[in-house]
Nanobody
């Protein structure tokens, strides 16, 4: 079974910084893209940033220049460095990973896995 465990959320003042981490574990054969999404109260989940296995990145316009996504392939971990945080960044942040893992019935299966979410609150 695969698990994605996030950490690093919390309460910070506007202008501050936080670093989120998400570690994937289990019977993983390979990890393709990894990413971060967020969901604010009353809003739909939205993409924040993604990173491919080769290190290519993509960001939502609202976080460009403030957030940086990175990954450590040896540790199956993805990070999100968040600087110059704004109250509108307040949300539950979820990591995801498109990965190939051992399937319960045998063989390998590629699917998208999600973490449980971590709360980020930015006060004004």
């Amino acid at each position: 079974q695969v698990q994605l465990v996030e950490s690093g959320g919390g309460l910070v003042q506007a202008g501050g910084s936080l670093r989120l981490s998400c570690a994937a574990s289990g019977s993983i054969f390979s990890i393709n893209a990894m990413g971060w999404h967020r969901q604010a109260p009353g809003k739909q989940r939205e993409l924040v940033a993604t990173i491919t296995s080769g290190g290519n990145t993509n960001y939502a316009d609202s976080v460009k220049g403030r957030f940086t996504i990175s990954r450590n392939n040896a540790k199956n971990t993805v990070y999100l460095q968040m600087n110059s945080l704004k109250p509108e960044d307040t949300a539950v942040y979820y990591c995801n990973a498109v990965l190939t893992a051992q399937a319960m019935g045998g063989g390998l299966r590629t699917s998208n896995w999600w973490g449980q979410g971590t709360q980020v609150t930015v006060s004004s």
